[in-house]
T-cell receptor, first 113, second 112 residues
């Protein structure tokens, strides 16, 4: 019950468009859901995170939507820019278990100018 | 405040050899976690260290071992290297009462 499934594997969006990445989890004990951004040759960088007691969190152009009953959460990137071209990972963890992160498989986002 | 640093950046080893990777945690962070990221995949949790003790382990064999030092820096040791150990090894540090984990740039290990 540790799997986190992420989709799509890749997406192409025009500059100014909206990128949407979806994740589904199985373990209902997860209580922290971060998104990471990773550029080639770099480590993942924490982008935004949410807890299950809220349904949405927005930071700048990035928004997480969370559906606890469906065990799903998603990342929306508004007004996508070429600099947003990267691989995005969703993850989940349980504070009582030391916050060991379980990652999705990643989504490669390409923003075309 | 310095971020998480890792060394070396790249490493090439031969099957059967042993390797040690190093990580310096972000200032004030006393919890260090190690992850393995195979090409094109998400990172997988190896183990976590808190106050120099192993605090949880993922589905990795005993030939993956680690240490944490009093200054919170950490080492990952892999014995009897196999071709499938080729990956990016990531270290992440955090505060024990906070969820946020901050990753270093990783060490790219190639086993030939």
């Amino acid at each position: 019950q540790q799997q986190v499934k992420q989709s799509p594997q890749s997406l192409i969006v025009q500059k100014g468009g909206i990128s949407i990445i979806n994740c589904a989890y199985e373990n209902t004990a997860f209580d922290y859901f971060p998104w990471y951004q990773q550029f080639p040759g770099k480590g993942p960088a924490l982008l935004i995170a949410i807890r299950p007691d809220v349904s949405e969190k927005k930071e700048g152009r990035f928004t997480i939507s969370f559906n606890k009953s469906a065990k799903q959460f998603s990342l929306h990137i508004m007004d996508s820019q070429p600099g947003d071209s990267a691989t995005y990972f969703c993850a989940a963890s349980r504070q009582a278990a030391g916050n060991k992160l379980t990652f999705g498989g990643g989504t490669r986002v390409l923003v075309k100018p | 405040e310095t971020g998480v640093t890792q060394s070396p950046t790249h490493l090439i080893k031969t099957r059967g050899q042993q390797v040690t990777l190093r990580c310096s945690s972000q200032s004030g962070h006393n919890t260090v976690s190690w992850y393995q990221q195979a090409l094109g995949q998400g990172p997988q949790f190896i183990f976590q260290y808190y106050r120099e003790e192993e605090n949880g382990r993922g589905n990795f064999p005993p030939r993956f071992s680690g240490l944490q030092f009093p200054n919170y820096s950490s080492e990952l040791n892999v014995n009897a290297l196999e071709l499938d150990d080729s990956a990016l090894y990531l270290c992440a540090s955090s505060l024990p009462w906070r969820d946020e984990q901050y990753f270093g740039p990783g060490t790219r290990l190639t086993v030939t």
